[in-house]
């Protein structure tokens, strides 16, 4: 859509970005959790990881 891999495509739309699209298929096929209480916990997982990233990214790849 704007360039950017990776992409689904669902229906003729085409749907960037990792956490979008696994956010999207964990909800298609029922991966998400039995309730919303679950769903919460699975996305702090996800959060709690992509912070993790982020510093260990930034820690390894300093601005200049």
Known sequence: PVGQLPYI???GLKL???LSIARYLAREYNLVGGDNLEAAKADAIVD??????TGFLSESFPSY
């Open 9 to 11: 495509e669902i229906d």
């Open 48 to 53: 709690t990881c992509i912070d993790l990233m």
């Open 16 to 18: 960037p970005q990792s």
